[in-house]
């Protein structure tokens, strides 16, 4: 019997991977990709990859944790398209006020995930 490969539609690699699909190469968001493709794309980055990981555009997933806040956040900010690390340094240099909010309400919610881990039964 032999072993045949999962595979995963290009948007879920990219997902995997971090990455904004439509930004990938066509050969990338046109074919499938499979586990062992993607481990291989995960531990040996081809230059492609690393450019876009290291520039962008950025997946929300990407800007928002760079920035230190939520997808969410960033929604609110009325941010909803990709960003290139160049943008998300401009807005980290600007420091707007939301930005400011978003990085506050990020930590409470960090801080109270944090409380309830330590103590689950018990609530406010």
Known sequence: MSKTSQTMKPATAAKKLDIYLLATPAEFQD?????????TLQNNP????????KNGP???SVVAARLGVSISGLARAGITEALTTADIEAIRADGPDWLERERATQAEVRREAARLKENPKQTR
């Open 31 to 39: 074919g499938v990709v499979s586990r062992d493709e993607l481990t």
């Open 46 to 53: 081809p230059e492609w990859l690393q450019e876009l990981r």
């Open 58 to 60: 950025h997946p929300r």
